[in-house]
C-alpha cells in the first residue's frame, strides 16, 4: 500500500492549486451508458443573443489512478482504482483545505484495500471461474460553483464470490470556508429536518422505482441520525439528492435509489448560501485547438486535466461563454460503454480555456464532454479526424 500512498502524493505535486495563467446530468449514476456515435461533426458556433455576465472559474480535475497487481505467473489478481483531486478556486488556502480532507479520505480506505489486495493473494486464481479482485471508489462531480462543490459516487468491491458490492458515497464542500458540508450545516434550522425527510418520502412516491412497503420507516430512521455528522446527500444544479444503497429501501435489481428535491422546495429549509446562483443562460460553444507552448499566454486563466499521460494535448476554447463543463473518461465492459466524470468546471469564457492531455482515436471514443447551450444540455465525442489528424467534436445524437 506505499505504492499507493506514493501515487496520491505524485499526482498531486503535477497540478497546481489555483487558477493559472499569465500571472502565476442531470444522470446521478457515477457510470453512465454513453449511446453510440454520431457521424455529425460541430463546425459552426450559434450567435449570442444575450451575453451571460462573467462567472469566476472553478474546476476540478479527478483523474482515474489504476494500480494492477499480478501473480507470478503474471495472472492478473487484484486492481486497486481511485482518483486524485485537483482543483482551480480564487483562494489558494480553501483548494489546499479541500484538497487535503479529500486525500486524508482516500488515505483511510487504504487499510482496506490492502485486505482484499492480500486475500487476492492468498486465493487460488488458478481455480475454474476465478474473477480478479477489485477495489473501486469513483466519484463524479455533480456542481461546481461558488458557493458548494458536490461530489457522488460508489466504492465497488469484488472479492471471494467474484459478485460486486456497492456502497453510495458522497461528498460536499463549503467553497467560501473549504469546510466539510453536513446534513445540519446545511440546513436553515434543525426544526426543519423533518420537513425535509417528508420532501424526500414524496420524491420518492413520484419516482418509478419499486419500493419495499416499509420503505418510509426506513427513510424516517435515515432521517433519525446525527445531523451534525451525516454526508450522505449531494447538490446538483437543480436540488439537493438523497440517495440509498442496494437492499436499504428496495430490491437489489433496483441499484442504487436517488431521489431529487427540486430547489424550490427548499426554501427556507437549507441556507441561501447553497442554492446556485442566478445565472443568464450561456448560448456559446467549446472549440478545440492544437497545443502550443506558447498559446497559454493569450488566456487570462486555464484548467488542466491530464485524463492519459504523454497523452495528446489540446486546448478547449469558446468565444462566449460555456456552462457546466464535464469533461468524461469512457470504459468498455461486455460491449458496453460506461462514463465517468474525470473534470467538471462551472463556466469558462473568451479568456478562459482547458488544457486536455488525452489519447485519442478515429473509431472507438475514449472520451466525451457535455456543456449546456440554452440552458440545454449538449454532449459530444473527442474523435481523431484522420483526413486533417486533428481532434473534433462529434455531436451525440
Known sequence: MKKFCACILAFNLIFSL??????????????????????????????????????????ISMPIITESFSAEDDTPIFSFEYQSMHLIHPDRDVAEKIISDYDGRVENILPEAQQLQEAAKNADHTSAGFVPYIYRTQYNTTRIDQGV???????????????????????????????????????????????????????????????????????????????????????????????????????????????????HLLTGIIGDEFFPAERINSNGMLTIQAFRDDILEQYDQFSEIIATENGQKILLTTDSAVQDIRIMQLQWRDDVMTAKTVFAANSIGSTDAILFEGTFSEDMPSFMISYYIGGVEQQFYFLQDSETDSIVLSVIQ
Open 18 to 59: 489555483c487558477a493559472c495563467g499569465k500571472g502565476g446530468s442531470s444522470t446521478h449514476s457515477p457510470e453512465t451508458t454513453v449511446p453510440p456515435v454520431s457521424a455529425e461533426i460541430i463546425t459552426t458556433v450559434p450567435p449570442d443573443s444575450v451575453l451571460p455576465s462573467a462567472e469566476t472559474l472553478y474546476s
Open 149 to 263: 462543490l458536490s461530489l457522488y459516487g460508489q466504492i465497488v468491491q469484488v472479492g471471494e464470490t467474484g459478485r460486486a458490492t456497492q456502497q453510495g458515497v458522497a461528498l460536499n464542500y463549503n467553497m467560501v470556508t473549504g469546510d466539510v458540508l453536513t446534513l445540519g450545516s446545511i440546513l436553515y434550522h434543525i426544526d426543519f429536518k423533518d420537513e425535509l425527510c417528508e420532501l424526500l418520502i414524496d420524491a420518492l412516491n413520484a419516482s418509478d422505482y419499486f419500493l419495499y412497503d416499509d420503505y418510509q420507516e426506513t427513510v424516517r430512521a435515515r432521517f433519525a441520525r446525527d445531523e451534525s455528522t451525516d454526508e450522505d446527500f449531494y447538490f446538483t444544479r437543480t436540488g439537493l439528492c438523497f440517495y440509498f444503497s442496494p437492499y436499504e429501501i428496495a430490491p437489489f435489481v433496483s441499484g442504487n435509489i436517488v431521489a431529487e428535491i427540486p430547489y
